[in-house]
Nanobody, 128 residues
Framework: QAHLVESGGGSAQAGGSLTLSCEAS???????MAWFRQPPGDEREGVAA????????YYHDSVKGRLTISQSRSKSTVFLQMNSLKPEDTGMYYC??????????????????????WGQGTQVSVSS
């Protein structure tokens, strides 16, 4: 299992931007990497996922057009570019890794089940 470390969280005003990074101790050309968001007192939900081999991406409807998931050329780091931030984007953001087959379908890629490695999380707070 890969060891994942997130960074880049912080505070921002509505309409602002943040970039989150997830550094993996090991990487694969066939992995499904995702970012999950957990608002205070709420369940964890997938916001974006990427297949490291095909670069296929999936997004939660609430973030389409505002958040972009990408990976470094070495595939060791996954990014989440967050633009046009909204207060409802507030929460703890976790990076997760799974076998590449999980990225065959959006429902699986953005679901919690199936991910075997998780980071410790980074906090994002958006004020209105």
């Amino acid at each position: 299992q890969a060891h994942l470390v997130e960074s880049g969280g912080g505070s921002a005003q509505a309409g602002g931007s943040l970039t989150l990074s997830c550094e993996a101790s090991s990487f694969s050309d066939s992995a499904c990497m995702a970012w999950f968001r957990q608002p205070p007192g709420d369940e964890r939900e997938g916001v974006a996922a990427i297949h490291t081999g095909t670069n296929t991406t999936y997004y939660h409807d609430s973030v389409k057009g505002r958040l972009t998931i990408s990976q470094s050329r070495s595939k060791s780091t996954v990014f989440l570019q967050m633009n046009s931030l909204k207060p409802e984007d507030t929460g703890m953001y976790y990076c997760a890794a799974a076998n590449g087959w999980l990225c065959l379908h959006a429902t699986d890629a953005l679901g919690v089940v199936g991910y075997t490695s998780w980071g410790q999380g980074t906090q994002v707070s958006v004020s209105s």
